[in-house]
C-alpha cells in the first residue's frame, strides 16, 4: 500500500524557519511529480511547490524567495525547506504526490502554525 509519510511541521514565530519532509514508501512506481499543498482555515487546497522527474520546478508567488522545494529520486522524498515565516503561511501542508495514469497520493497532512 502506497504511503507518504511526512515529517517536520509545528509551531514556529514570524520569521522563524521550518522543514518538512515527505518520502513514499510501498511502491516503486515513478514518481511523475511531487510536492507539498497547503489548506488553510475556511480555503481551499492550494499548491505550495511541485517539482517534477526533470527537476521543473512550480511554486506560489507568495512563497518565492522564502521557501525551497528539493527532490531525491533515489530516496523518493521531497524536502521543503521554508524561511522568513509569515502568520499567512499557517495552515495544514499536505505532501502530494503523482504516480503513473494519473493516479495521485495525498499524505495525512502537518501543522504548520506561524504566530508569536
Known amino acids: 500500500q502506497v504511503q507518504l509519510v511526512e515529517s517536520g511541521g509545528g509551531l514556529v514565530q514570524p520569521g522563524g524557519s521550518l522543514g518538512l519532509s515527505c518520502t513514499v514508501s510501498g511502491d516503486t512506481f515513478t514518481i511523475y511529480n511531487m510536492g507539498w499543498y497547503r489548506q488553510a482555515p475556511g480555503k481551499e487546497r492550494d499548491v505550495v511547490a511541485t517539482i517534477d522527474i526533470s527537476g521543473n520546478l512550480v511554486e506560489d508567488d507568495s512563497v518565492k524567495g522564502r521557501f525551497t522545494l528539493s527532490r531525491d529520486n533515489t530516496r523518493r522524498t521531497v524536502f521543503l525547506q521554508m524561511n522568513n515565516l509569515k502568520p499567512e503561511d499557517t495552515a495544514v501542508y499536505f505532501c502530494?504526490?503523482?504516480?503513473?495514469?494519473?493516479?495521485?497520493?495525498w499524505g495525512q497532512g502537518t501543522q504548520v502554525t506561524v504566530s508569536s
Open positions: 502530494y504526490a503523482l504516480g503513473p495514469y494519473g493516479r495521485q497520493y
